[in-house]
């Protein structure tokens, strides 16, 4: 999710201009192409009538509301398994097809598809109006990138963010894949994001304050070398997409500790370079102020009465 303090917008000839500044400045932030203008967009899709829709389908605004962090019941929570445990189904079979020469599009085209044939709605579809069913995140791109016609090549790193609605409940769960040969410290920067996700797991029980996650994530990012990007926030989740409470990865001082029957996502964006980023002109691309490479892993999880439970493996 998109935390709107940080919110930067530049067109295509103000990021060319800054890249090449970057490049004259020849920082090492390693191998890999940048993402500087986005691609062509097909078409919007329709989801089958049999589907049952989310508020925002036709219109994309969200109406579902709540106030403060809800606690599930355990109805509710089977539900919730039973979203989260489909979406991380279809990540896995996502995470397979992505190779050299994929389109991002083709992405989409593959996880709609198994979305929709599972008898759920793929959540991002017009969700504030983004336009396709999953985000696709390339090297530079730092989070909600929209599937397009540029073709995976190798050396690429893809975070693909799945989330599902299934039964009136929303899962939601990403990786960054490998594409190809990547380089060092493209596979460092990934390793290193997937251990600030699980190192951040591990702490969650009843009791513990929602503010130590971020301070956990932020120490451990340091340690390894890379930096959060704080624009993006973890959140709760249920028959809502996104509710209270915000899980900030940078040390803050969010009220609120964590209590059985919690459902909320942990999704740390970690970088090679600055914490900056930009939207682009489609309002969603979010990039790297310095074309700095970005990795994002994203759970959700089940605050349980002894511990934590990892609702999307
Ligand atoms: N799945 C993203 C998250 O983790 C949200 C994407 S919103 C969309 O919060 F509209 F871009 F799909
Ligand atoms: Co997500
Ligand atoms: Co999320």
């Not at 890249?19 to 899709?45: A, R």
């Not at 989070?143 to 540029?150: A, F, K, L, N």
């Not at 969603?284 to 493996?313: C, K, N, P, Y």
Request: proline share 5%.
């Amino acid at each position: 999710m998109f935390s709107k303090s940080i919110m930067k917008s530049l067109n295509y000839k103000q990021l060319s201009f800054l890249k090449n500044l970057w490049s004259k400045k020849k920082v090492e932030h390693g191998k890999f192409s940048i993402v500087v203008q986005p691609g062509k967009v097909s078409p919007q899709k329709k989801v089958p009538d049999h589907i049952s829709k989310p508020s925002y389908y036709a219109t994309g605004h969200p109406t579902e509301f709540i106030d403060h962090p809800e606690i599930k019941n355990l109805e509710q929570i089977q539900k919730m398994r039973n979203s989260c445990k489909l979406a991380a189904n279809i990540l896995k079979k996502v995470g397979s097809y992505v190779k050299v020469g994929v389109t991002t599009d083709d992405v989409d085209n593959f996880t709609h598809d198994l979305i929709v044939s599972s008898g759920a709605y793929p959540s991002p579809l017009n969700y504030k109006n983004f336009p396709k069913s999953v985000c696709t995140s390339v090297n530079n791109v730092a989070c909600h990138g929209i599937p397009d016609d540029r073709k995976l090549e190798d050396g690429d790193i893809i975070n693909v963010d799945i989330t599902v609605l299934y039964n009136g409940y929303h899962g939601d769960c990403s990786k960054t894949f490998l594409v190809g040969n990547v380089d060092d410290l493209g596979k460092e920067l990934v390793k290193a994001t997937e251990t600030c996700l699980e190192e951040a797991i591990s702490i969650c029980k009843p009791g513990v304050k929602f503010c130590k996650i971020g301070e956990r994530i932020e120490h451990k990012a340091k340690d390894l070398g890379f930096t959060v990007v704080p624009a993006f926030i973890g959140h709760g989740i249920g028959h809502y997409f996104h509710g209270p409470p915000d899980i900030c990865h940078f040390t803050n001082d969010y009220p609120g500790e964590m209590r059985a029957g919690m459902t909320f996502t942990i999704e740390p964006v970690l970088s090679t370079g600055g914490e900056e980023i930009v939207i682009l002109d489609d309002g969603w691309t979010a990039v790297t102020l310095d074309f700095s490479r970005t990795a994002q892993f994203e759970h959700t999880v089940l605050i349980t009465d002894t511990g934590v439970e990892i609702m999307t493996i």
